[in-house]
Nanobody, 127 residues
Framework: QVQLVESGGGLVQAGGSLRLSCAAS????????MGWFRQSPGKEREFVAA?????????YADSVKGRFTISGDNILKKTVYLQMNNLKPEDTAVYYC???????????????????WGRGTQVTVSS
């Protein structure tokens, strides 16, 4: 069984920063990429950022480009981080980490492109 645990969420004022972490553990499995999604009350879960281990390629939602940075452990490929700067009240959401454990996928920004999910960590940005 694969487990993903997110940490680093919390309450921050607008303009502040937070760093989220996600660690995957469990049975032996390969990962080809990891991603972050978020969900606000009453809204659909949306893509935030993703990293592909091959080539260390990254992708971001337009709403977070220039403010958020995704990074990870490209050796063990089981840990990912999300550095969030210049946070805005509209960034308030539960942030979920996800793992793509299937070779050959290309859907970085869609939920069906991932096999395993964490339970989420709350990020609240006050104005």
């Amino acid at each position: 069984q694969v487990q993903l645990v997110e940490s680093g969420g919390g309450l921050v004022q607008a303009g502040g920063s937070l760093r989220l972490s996600c660690a995957a553990s469990g049975r032996t499995f390969s990962t080809y990429g990891m991603g972050w999604f978020r969900q606000s009350p009453g809204k659909e879960r949306e893509f935030v950022a993703a990293i592909r281990w091959s080539g260390s390629l990254t992708s971001y939602a337009d709403s977070v480009k220039g403010r958020f940075t995704i990074s990870g452990d490209n050796i063990l490929k089981k840990t990912v981080y999300l550095q969030m700067n210049n946070l805005k009240p509209e960034d308030t959401a539960v942030y979920y980490c996800a793992v793509d454990a299937t070779y050959g996928r290309t859907g970085w920004s869609i939920q069906s492109g991932y096999d395993y999910w964490g339970r989420g960590t709350q990020v609240t940005v006050s104005s």
